[in-house]
């Protein structure tokens, strides 16, 4: 199976042609909104973080900052920092420079004398940017280098029994082929996670995926939330959820069944090809921002009932199995999973429709979320700013 | 035949209904591309469970290929399966994590 997309100089493939107005910290975040109004082409994302922060926030900020700039669909990027924040515009340089050697220019607006002097001259480098970007050609790849991110929210009856499985086949076919198929979303494991551990590839991997969901238990106990009393929920069980593992294997059989090759920190970028999972919240928004700054071209996103969400640099593939919610929210569902649900169809015969979708929006189909300019973006927390 | 129900692995021993179900209904599922069929020996509400099997008293419950759980009370085939007599199986999470 082929798609086709724009090759990269650091090799990478990408499946949308951006270029990346990317503020280093909240301060600069406005200053790239007014950016990238004044170039087609040339998208902002909004960042209210960058400062204040501490070192460990600091490192999964840099993280995903670095990530979207290294991500595949962005053909270049122009960085805006402040001057004066602990993420500073020199560093966050040498980090994206680590990960990619694509067209990238910083300026800082306390150097040029204020926003409207700074907005001149990215403005001007963004307009000769896009048109470089526009000489770029698809070409066709393999689907080997296509990373999916998979994601579920805003979950109903319908998602553990008919959208998530059709999204599990989905998974294996692309993984069968030597795609990447990446799952994230922690706190939806508690409850299955030994069995979610099974698929690992080795024991190594295995003890991985275990830990991360000890972990985010323990993280949360020290504010005095528990994840696991109380579950399923007396709703759930008015939903025919009787325990917490089929309640979370609903979740989990989004990612498959093939073995899990790595479990990635929030933000990080595969090393390997084949079923990876990321540690990451279950908030879609902080997720899908992850999944992205990891290196996912493209997120498919099971929904029961119904979601806007989108992003900046990637597509955010709606889909649901729910008949009602698709008709309901038809302006932001991108694809109709609901045969499933009222049995007409198989989910293996559904989930291949849905890979020709991906395959289509792979190779330029726009999202309904795109259509929209929707862009969503979180960046996760380990504890107050200060 | 359109299917009302749900297997979701063939290594299930049960389906979930897709909509309301009356006593004595049939409960049809796809195993593949072929329809399976199930009489229900009681009502049982819409994405609720029904077992495949004779599940005894003890027996774990699979669904998604998984244990879900087991049954604490014998259950036929046909019968409702739901948090009344199905409990998960105990864990200890610090032995998983050692045992790797």
Do not use: W
């Amino acid at each position: 199976m082929r798609f086709l997309g724009y090759k990269r100089p650091d090799g990478k493939v990408g499946i949308r042609n951006h270029v990346l107005i990317l503020p280093t910290s909240a301060c600069a975040s406005e200053t790239c909104r007014v950016i990238a109004s004044q170039v087609s082409g040339a998208v902002n994302i909004i960042n209210q973080d960058g400062c204040a922060e501490v070192k460990g926030n600091e490192e999964i900020t840099q993280a995903v900052l670095s990530g979207f700039a290294a991500n595949p669909n962005v053909y270049g990027t122009i960085l805006i920092g402040l001057g004066c924040e602990s993420n500073t515009p020199d560093e966050m340089v040498r980090i994206i420079k680590e990960k990619t050697n694509k067209p990238l220019h910083k300026l800082v607006i306390q150097e040029e004398g204020g926003t409207v002097n700074t907005i001149n001259k990215a403005v001007n480098l963004a307009q000769k940017m896009v048109q470089e970007a526009s000489k770029c050609m698809r070409e066709e790849v393999n689907i080997d280098e296509l990373i999916l991110g998979i994601e579920c929210g805003g979950s109903d009856s319908t998602s553990g029994l008919g959208a998530n499985p059709v999204v599990g086949h989905v998974s294996d076919r692309l993984v069968d082929m030597g795609a990447t198929s990446m799952m994230s979303e922690t706190t939806e494991f508690i409850g299955a996670e030994h069995i979610l551990a099974k698929r690992g590839a080795t024991p190594e991997i295995q003890r991985q995926i275990i830990q991360i969901c000890k972990d985010l238990e323990d993280h949360l106990f020290m504010v005095n939330q528990d994840l696991r009393t109380g579950q399923p929920t007396p709703g759930n069980k008015e939903g025919g959820l009787s325990t917490i593992e089929e309640k979370s294997l609903g979740c989990i059989y989004k990612g498959g069944t093939r073995p899990v090759v790595e479990v990635l920190k929030y933000a990080e970028q595969p090393t390997k090809k084949g079923a990876v999972i990321m540690d990451t919240p279950g908030y879609d928004i902080a997720s899908v921002s992850a999944m992205i700054a990891g290196g996912c071209q493209i997120v498919v996103f099971t929904t029961g009932r119904g979601t806007p969400t989108g992003h900046a640099l990637a597509p955010v593939l709606k889909v649901t199995a729910n008949k009602k919610t698709f008709e309901n929210m038809k302006d932001n569902m991108d694809f109709d999973l609901s045969e499933v649900i009222v049995g007409e169809k198989s989910i293996s015969y559904i989930g291949d429709k849905l890979l020709d979708e991906v395959i289509e929006v792979a190779n330029g189909k726009i999202t309904k979320a795109e259509a929209f300019g929707f862009s969503d973006i979180a960046i996760n927390r380990i504890c107050k700013y200060i | 035949m359109k299917a009302n129900g749900i297997l979701l692995d063939n290594k299930d021993n049960v389906a979930t209904t897709t909509e309301a179900i009356k006593q004595g209904e049939h409960v049809r599922y796809f195993i593949d591309d072929s329809i399976y069929s199930i009489s229900a020996k009681q009502q049982i509400p819409s994405y609720h469970k029904i077992a495949i099997k004779d599940i005894e008293k003890g027996e774990i419950v699979i669904k998604y290929g998984e244990i879900i759980g087991a049954a604490i009370v014998a259950i036929k085939k046909g019968e409702y399966v739901s948090h009344l007599n199905i409990k998960s199986l105990p864990r200890d999470y610090n032995k998983e994590i050692k045992e790797r």
